[in-house]
């Protein structure tokens, strides 16, 4: 399989408890998106990454949040001290540069209890 | 600032009517338009997408959509729908040209097809 994976891709957790979610793109794409998606909303931008540079981070991304991309490869979004408001899916996209597709994973389901 | 409009959270249409799923944009540049489809516990895959030329995109599935800069709308067509097309259906919209070609996605309609 060649498409965008994460890892997982259900996470239950409790409140308070720290998580890190895996992205992994597709092998050529340079260019790397978190988004996030609450039940009945469409997604929303979290952060974006060129190469290893995080260039962008929306303002939905709290302090307890925080997303690295070594190496310009896989990318990983921690969140820490959860809170009940953080439960939704979290979705990964990759796409070549310029008018490249962006390419989303299955997305990980986050429920904090 | 980037926004979409998609009016009506859900659709339901019988198999073989028509689908039309209506999505309007606001945007200060030059938009690039996308509809993205989701099905239940997956993640998003491209329909179709406006970026230059023909205004008149034709996608996967049968589905095709118009560019119409007067009216800032880019709605979603299928002349036939089938049971296999039942899914979330979202539109977005990024920046032409800009650096980081976000996508700003609207909050999606659910289409139901009734046999």
């Known amino acids: 399989d060649t498409g965008v994976s994460q890892d997982p891709r259900h996470k239950i957790t409790k409140r308070g408890q720290n998580v890190t979610f895996r992205c992994d793109p597709i092998?050529?794409?340079?260019?790397l998106y978190w988004y996030r998606q609450t039940l009945g909303q469409g997604p929303e931008f979290l952060t974006y990454?060129?190469?290893?540079?995080?260039?962008?981070k929306s303002r939905l991304l709290s302090d307890r949040f925080s997303a690295e991309r070594p190496k310009g490869s896989f990318s990983t979004l921690e969140i820490q001290r959860t809170e009940q408001g953080d439960s939704a899916m979290y979705l990964c996209?990759?796409?070549?540069?310029?008018?490249?597709?962006?390419?989303f994973g299955p997305g990980t389901r986050l429920l904090v209890l | 600032a980037q926004s979409v409009t998609q009016l009506g959270s859900h659709v339901s249409v019988s198999e073989g009517a028509l689908v039309l799923l209506r999505c309007n944009y606001s945007s200060s540049v030059p938009p690039y338009l996308f509809w993205y489809v989701q099905y239940p516990n997956q993640g998003l895959q491209l329909l179709l997408k406006y970026t230059t030329g023909a205004t008149l995109v034709k996608g996967i599935n049968g589905f095709e959509a118009e560019f119409k800069k007067s009216e800032t709308s880019f709605h979603l067509t299928k002349p036939s729908a089938h049971m296999s097309d039942a899914a979330e259906y979202f539109c977005?919209?990024?920046?032409?040209?800009?650096?980081?070609?976000?996508?700003?996605f609207g909050k999606g309609i659910t289409l139901s097809v009734r046999p």
């Open positions: 990454f060129q190469n290893e540079a995080q260039l962008e």
């Open positions: 977005a919209v990024s920046d032409r040209g800009g650096a980081n070609s976000k996508l700003t």
């Open positions: 996209a990759s796409r070549q540069g310029g008018v490249g597709t962006q390419y």
């Open positions: 092998s050529e794409h340079n260019r």
